[in-house]
């Protein structure tokens, strides 16, 4: 049985193909990185270092020109500022959702192409790593329970009942998908999440605010955000050593 994941390079979907990995054996995975005009290739770059990890195949497809239109703050050609508070803060503004950095039916788009290619590679099952947080508040539609059930009927009906869509976080939070994480030794240093593509993760976007939080509440320190943090101070201390 062979199994298709998308793979967007961020904690959720690093998860998902753990589990997948686990469950089928990497030599019947398949990720699945999807470029959609994003301000920066860190995403995908950490997709690329993770799936690699992992052994499995890795297929990459860019879908930029389809938003061409949307102007949404992610976006390379948008010249909106990505905000820089947690999304509690930002639901607050848009009265029901969704924010500003949701792209415009993106997930759907992904996973529409997933099935067209997961039919033709074979696949009987894609995961998707959605969860409970992401749909709060309608923040992203796209990752809401009913839009995975809708999803995952259509999937199945136009596939002839033969490719099925899982999404095995949609009713749990990122702490717990970080929990569950740890357990399977995902290598979240090699992960990227921030909507910024600096050096480091800018620690003030929604998703870097989210993202240290689930790991806070595990008790445990991102390590990504640990090894930048190591980078920095051996920079500083070469820097002084060369003043002195
Ligand atoms: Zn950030």
Redesign the pocket.
């Known amino acids: 049985m062979k199994a298709m994941v998308l793979l967007s390079g961020g904690v959720d979907s690093a998860t998902c193909l753990a589990k997948a990995v686990r469950k089928y054996g990497s030599e019947n995975v398949i990720a699945l990185s999807i470029s959609y005009g994003q301000k920066h290739k860190r995403e995908i770059e950490a997709s690329d270092k993770i799936a690699k990890f992992y052994g499995t195949e890795h297929i990459y497809m860019d879908l930029t020109d389809i938003f061409r239109y949307s102007g949404c703050s992610l976006l390379s050609h948008s010249e909106d500022e990505i905000p820089k508070e947690s999304y509690d803060e930002q639901l607050k503004k848009t009265d029901g959702g969704p924010v500003s950095t949701y792209v415009p039916f993106r997930n759907g788009l992904f996973l529409s192409s997933a099935a067209a290619m997961a039919i033709s590679k074979g696949c009987s099952v894609i995961l998707y790593g959605a969860h409970a947080d992401d749909a709060a508040g309608s923040a992203y539609p796209d990752c809401s329970e009913a839009f995975v059930n809708a999803m995952a009927a259509a999937v199945y009906e136009g596939s002839g009942k033969t490719l099925r869509l899982e999404a095995p976080f949609v009713k749990v939070s990122k702490a717990e998908v970080v929990r569950e994480g740890l357990e399977l030794g995902v290598p979240y240093e090699l992960s990227w999440s921030?909507?910024?593509g600096g050096d480091k993760?800018?620690?003030?976007?929604g998703?870097?605010i989210d993202r240290a939080e689930a790991f806070r509440k595990n008790g445990v320190k991102d390590p990504l955000t640990e090894e930048a943090e190591k980078t920095e101070k051996t920079e500083k201390t070469e820097k002084t050593e060369k003043e002195i």
């Open positions: 921030c909507y910024e993760p800018c620690g003030r976007c998703t870097c």
